[in-house]
């Protein structure tokens, strides 16, 4: 998997699309992290930073990956799944590199309004999963893993929790005469499901270890063990065209 990782990330590099993580650290550095005085707004902003370029850079290196040279070298890999652990480690790669740059810009450019070195690497583990959030949950929505009838499986799984609370306000007031008890057990369902995943953002951002946090971190771990098993699955059983 080591000379796939290398030859992905070149791609991505000599692709000149790295230019817009580039581009989006000199944003947040200049334009965020140099006008925040309050260090938990900056480690919340650096934290955000980290899930949406892992979203963006997951999208980017599968769309390349379905070029007909890209599914070519993948065929003659020994298994398919090794073309997505090396589009994962060089996603993780690019975006922990990313977050690194811009946490040494921000301690130059606004050094007494950042969180402590200590913070930051407390919330490391919390960040590193979300990383790996971000990267499975983009790449079970990319044509090169699912189906259309999949993506919009796994879109409606993650928007509807989500927007659940708008869900319930609009059925309430369009339908007053429904049954709660429905209402508070769908609730109850997507609170269950979106739980785990934002206490390892809060924790990523206040990082605080005990029983608890634990807990919700072996959740979040077994949650993403099996996506990921699901988007293997997937990724075996679809049909692959080189044009």
């Given at each position: 998997?080591?000379p796939?990782?290398?030859?992905?990330?070149?791609?991505?590099?000599?692709?000149?699309?790295?230019?817009?993580?580039?581009?989006?650290?000199?944003?947040?550095?200049?334009?965020?992290?140099?006008?925040?005085?309050?260090?938990?707004?900056?480690?919340?902003?650096?934290?955000?930073y980290?899930?949406?370029?892992?979203?963006?850079?997951t999208?980017?290196?599968?769309?390349?990956?379905?070029?007909?040279?890209?599914?070519?070298?993948?065929?003659?890999l020994p298994?398919?799944?090794?073309?997505?652990?090396?589009?994962?480690?060089?996603?993780?790669?690019?975006?922990?590199?990313?977050?690194?740059?811009?946490?040494?810009?921000?301690?130059?450019?606004?050094?007494?309004?950042?969180?402590?070195?200590?913070?930051?690497?407390?919330?490391?583990?919390?960040?590193?999963?979300?990383?790996?959030?971000?990267?499975?949950?983009?790449?079970?929505?990319?044509?090169?893993?699912?189906?259309?009838?999949?993506?919009?499986?796994?879109?409606?799984?993650?928007?509807?929790?989500?927007?659940?609370?708008?869900?319930?306000?609009?059925?309430?007031?369009?339908?007053?005469?429904?049954?709660?008890?429905?209402?508070?057990?769908?609730?109850?369902?997507?609170?269950?499901?979106l739980?785990p995943?934002?206490?390892?953002?809060?924790?990523?951002?206040?990082?605080?270890?005990?029983?608890?946090?634990?807990?919700?971190?072996?959740?979040?771990?077994?949650?993403?063990?099996?996506?990921?098993?699901?988007?293997?699955?997937?990724?075996?059983?679809?049909?692959?065209?080189?044009?």
């Amino acid at each position: 998997m080591t000379p796939l990782f290398r030859i992905i990330l070149m791609e991505h590099i000599r692709s000149q699309r790295i230019l817009v993580e580039l581009i989006i650290v000199g944003a947040m550095a200049f334009f965020v992290l140099r006008n925040l005085n309050d260090a938990q707004a900056i480690h919340a902003s650096l934290v955000l930073y980290a899930f949406l370029v892992s979203l963006y850079t997951t999208s980017v290196i599968a769309d390349s990956s379905e070029q007909p040279h890209a599914i070519q070298r993948m065929l003659a890999l020994p298994a398919r799944h090794l073309l997505l652990q090396a589009i994962g480690t060089s996603v993780a790669t690019i975006t922990i590199a990313s977050y690194v740059v811009l946490v040494g810009v921000g301690m130059i450019l606004n050094p007494l309004a950042m969180p402590s070195l200590l913070t930051l690497l407390l919330g490391f583990p919390s960040l590193l999963l979300l990383i790996v959030t971000a990267i499975l949950l983009m790449l079970l929505m990319t044509p090169l893993v699912a189906t259309t009838t999949q993506r919009i499986i796994v879109l409606a799984i993650i928007t509807i929790p989500i927007a659940w609370n708008i869900v319930v306000s609009t059925v309430n007031l369009s339908m007053p005469s429904i049954d709660g008890t429905i209402i508070a057990a769908m609730t109850t369902v997507w609170g269950t499901l979106l739980w785990p995943p934002f206490s390892v953002y809060h924790h990523a951002i206040h990082p605080d270890y005990n029983a608890l946090t634990v807990l919700f971190h072996l959740i979040h771990v077994c949650i993403l063990v099996g996506v990921a098993r699901i988007g293997r699955r997937w990724f075996a059983h679809k049909s692959l065209t080189i044009a």
